[in-house]
């Protein structure tokens, strides 16, 4: 198929580049023009294992274009993908903007029948507004063109995105147009083993299925995550209260483990933009309230138990091990590190970072404020203490005994239990986890 994305933030590369793969023409079109100029050559802006060599496979095999100008391709296109940006407003709203500019866009340009999915994140009854705003241009240009807006939500993992993509848990889809249900059945059959895993529901259904979802999976994560508070003071162990919750079919075992909260670019805005959402419509959604309350305070965690070991933090060396929000990643958006740094720059601490894959976006936030390190053990040199932030494999399999050598005190903080209590004691460090007694 001919298929145009709009958009190359996160879901748009990945969305056109694994449609590409499957043997599609995909253009994907950008306002950044230093952006396409890198993807033109290969280079990827984002971090995201495979991503990269995967569009350099399809740039030359002919099947991956860049552009800057949507109206160059677009009446060469059956399918049009919206994949702008939806970034949180003053409100917790999401912001529409960039959405419904593209829709005006579209409107203002297409001459032939065409199928406009929603793949960005929107609140429910975005898709009948792209609609009103696509019909809206075309009764202007007094063209009488068939098209119909599809809602057909993204649930990419950051760090598995392109396998998530590739052989995803399901497809939804979000229509009540049987042509367009029949073309994006053909479109994703590559990549579903099976009828069931095509859920096809109206559009807003589908809609209201991404919030759904991601609002979710942050209140079993805020869930595993207050209970780590009482499970130290009761000497349970959250690591093994995980393992037999998750024997449960009902429940499972994903998204329970514990640590210094959420982050990323999905659960903080999308539990906020449902929240705002309810109160449109006066309903008082508690739960979500508490979860974003206590992930706030989840934040803090860590530096507590910094408090706990070392009462002035003013002109003390602490080592912070990790940026992103989690690893396998490069998106410090919303990440816990992020509050643990602004609490020890606020009093006056000495902070060293290294993350495999943040330190430029790390840079861009806080200039000369950090020390930056080259590695692990040039981030821990006389430091009195250590807080591992981010699950970073590597981060597990460093040696701790160089480590304990190299600091000015043995105090680790690890806020992702990473690491053995036991072992960890045994070989002199003061050592602190979350939920483990």
């Known amino acids: 198929m001919d298929i145009m994305v709009i958009g190359t933030g996160y879901v748009g590369l990945v969305t056109g580049t694994s449609l590409a793969d499957a043997g599609n023409k995909v253009v994907c079109v950008d306002i950044d023009k230093n952006k396409i100029d890198n993807l033109k050559k290969g280079i990827s802006p984002i971090y995201e294992d495979g991503l990269e060599a995967l569009i350099k496979k399809n740039i030359s095999a002919g099947n991956l274009q860049f552009s800057t100008s949507v109206n160059e391709e677009i009446n060469k296109t059956s399918i049009i993908f919206i994949a702008v940006g939806t970034p949180q407003g003053d409100d917790g709203s999401a912001e529409l903007k ?4 593209v829709a005006r866009e579209i409107g203002s340009l297409i001459n032939h029948k065409v199928i406009v999915i929603n793949k960005s994140t929107v609140p429910v009854g975005t898709g009948t507004k792209v609609e009103e705003i696509i019909r809206s241009e075309l009764v202007k240009r007094q063209l009488n063109i068939e098209f119909e807006v599809v809602s057909n939500p993204e649930f990419l993992k950051e760090g598995t995105a392109l396998r998530d993509f590739q052989i995803p ?13 029949d073309t994006l059945k053909k479109l994703y059959r590559p990549y579903v083993s099976s009828e069931g895993q095509l859920v096809i529901m109206n559009r807003v259904s589908a809609e209201f299925t991404k919030y759904a979802s991601n609002c979710f999976l942050a209140t079993k994560i805020t869930f595993a995550n207050e209970l780590s508070r009482l499970a130290e003071e009761i000497g349970a162990n959250m690591d ?9 079919t009902r429940i499972g075992h994903q998204f329970l483990n514990v640590g210094p909260g959420y982050g990323g670019s999905c659960f903080p805005k999308d539990v906020k933009a449902l929240l705002h959402t309810a109160a449109q419509n006066n309903i008082d959604l508690k739960i979500l309230k508490s979860v974003t309350n206590v992930n706030d305070e989840q934040k803090l965690v860590p530096v507590q138990k910094l408090n706990k070991h070392l009462k002035d933090l003013s002109g003390k060396k602490i080592s912070l091990l990790g940026l ?3 690893g ?25 970072v290294f993350d495999p894959a943040a330190m430029e976006n790390g840079k861009i936030i806080y200039k000369d ?19 591992i932030i981010t699950e970073w494999k590597e981060f597990k399999s460093l040696n701790y005994e160089k480590i304990k050598k190299l600091m000015a005190y043995p105090l680790i903080i690890d806020a992702r239990n990473l690491l053995n209590p036991g072992h960890m004691r045994e070989s002199g460090f003061k050592y602190e986890s979350i939920g483990r007694n």
């Open 369 to 387: 404020k950090l020390e930056y390190c080259e590695n692990a053990y040039q981030c821990v040199e006389n430091a009195e203490a250590l807080i």
């Open 240 to 248: 093994q209260v995980k393992v037999g919750m998750g024997f449960d």
């Open 98 to 101: 960039y959405v419904f500019e």
């Open 169 to 181: 848990d399901r497809v939804v889809i979000g229509s009540e147009n049987s042509w367009a249900i």
């Open 328 to 352: 396998d990643t490069d998106d410090m958006r919303e990440s816990p590190a992020l509050t643990v740094i602004d609490y020890l720059l606020q009093k006056k601490a000495v902070v060293k």
């Open 324 to 326: 992103a929000f989690k």
